[in-house]
């Protein structure tokens, strides 16, 4: 965690030798969400429930690279997802209940190619973003009971997995930010932020999909 932290930092100060761009570093939390978009396929036997939790960010960013005239936007950051999956499954004759504690921290390089301004200070970026799973701590718990015809009875059991979060994820992102001046060429930037993955929760449902926002405050400094 610390040399990731450190990486990023000494990105963010290499920035500083280019031209014409701002360069900046923000932190701040999110809220992690997931969902279930064929929830209602699964019929009466089937439950899912979702409960979201904070985590926290941490990145830099360089912003106003024209590219072929247009103006991207790059991010690195480091994010640290919480959140819980409860999934029960069957009928009379027995059932699955699956509980997961997720908890996981992912590197991310978010692209945006539109960026759109109002008033100079009000910026609106809409972009895609990659991320890849540096550490997971997510513990999945699933118990079952059935009525089993060899012994004639209910046969209970347990058992429990870590692997549920894929290694990469993808998926699409939009930014908010408002610049406030503070001195020639810094700049505080309040931000929110959403992200939607497209990668399935694995040992669950692979229809379970995250959606993440972000609540930032950055500083930013525009290059001469």
């Given at each position: 965690?610390k040399?990731?932290?450190?990486?990023?930092?000494?990105?963010?100060?290499?920035?500083?030798?280019?031209?014409?761009?701002?360069?900046?570093?923000f932190?701040?939390?999110?809220?992690?969400?997931?969902?279930?978009?064929?929830?209602?396929?699964?019929?009466?036997?089937?439950?899912?429930?979702?409960?979201?939790?904070?985590?926290?960010?941490?990145?830099?960013?360089?912003?106003?690279?024209?590219?072929?005239?247009?103006?991207?936007?790059?991010?690195?950051?480091?994010?640290n997802?919480?959140?819980?999956?409860?999934?029960?499954?069957?009928?009379?004759?027995?059932?699955?209940?699956?509980?997961?504690?997720?908890?996981?921290?992912?590197?991310?390089?978010?692209?945006?190619?539109?960026?759109?301004?109002?008033?100079?200070?009000?910026?609106?970026?809409?972009?895609c973003?990659?991320?890849?799973?540096?550490?997971?701590?997510?513990?999945?718990?699933?118990?079952?009971?059935?009525?089993?015809?060899?012994?004639?009875?209910?046969?209970?059991?347990?058992?429990?997995?870590?692997?549920?979060?894929?290694?990469?994820?993808?998926?699409?992102?939009?930014?908010?930010s408002?610049?406030?001046?503070?001195?020639?060429?810094?700049?505080?930037?309040?931000?929110?932020?959403?992200?939607k993955?497209?990668?399935?929760?694995?040992?669950?449902?692979s229809?379970?999909?995250?959606?993440?926002?972000?609540?930032?405050?950055?500083?930013?400094?525009?290059?001469?």
């Amino acid at each position: 965690m610390k040399s990731t932290i450190f990486y990023l930092l000494f990105l963010g100060s290499s920035f500083t030798n280019l031209k014409g761009q701002s360069v900046g570093l923000f932190g701040g939390i999110n809220r992690s969400s997931y969902y279930d978009f064929n929830q209602n396929d699964y019929g009466g036997h089937n439950r899912t429930s979702f409960y979201g939790a904070y985590g926290y960010s941490l990145g830099i960013c360089i912003k106003d690279i024209l590219i072929d005239s247009v103006p991207y936007r790059f991010d690195l950051s480091l994010n640290n997802y919480n959140g819980k999956i409860n999934s029960t499954s069957g009928g009379m004759g027995g059932s699955t209940t699956t509980d997961a504690q997720i908890n996981k921290c992912v590197i991310g390089i978010g692209i945006y190619p539109v960026n759109i301004k109002f008033h100079k200070k009000l910026k609106i970026g809409i972009g895609c973003a990659l991320n890849y799973l540096l550490n997971d701590k997510t513990t999945t718990f699933r118990s079952y009971w059935g009525i089993s015809t060899a012994t004639n009875g209910i046969v209970v059991g347990n058992n429990t997995t870590t692997k549920v979060n894929p290694k990469m994820d993808f998926g699409i992102c939009c930014h908010l930010s408002y610049d406030i001046s503070i001195l020639n060429n810094f700049y505080v930037v309040p931000q929110y932020q959403f992200y939607k993955g497209f990668m399935g929760v694995k040992n669950i449902q692979s229809s379970i999909g995250s959606f993440h926002q972000y609540i930032a405050v950055g500083l930013i400094k525009r290059l001469k």
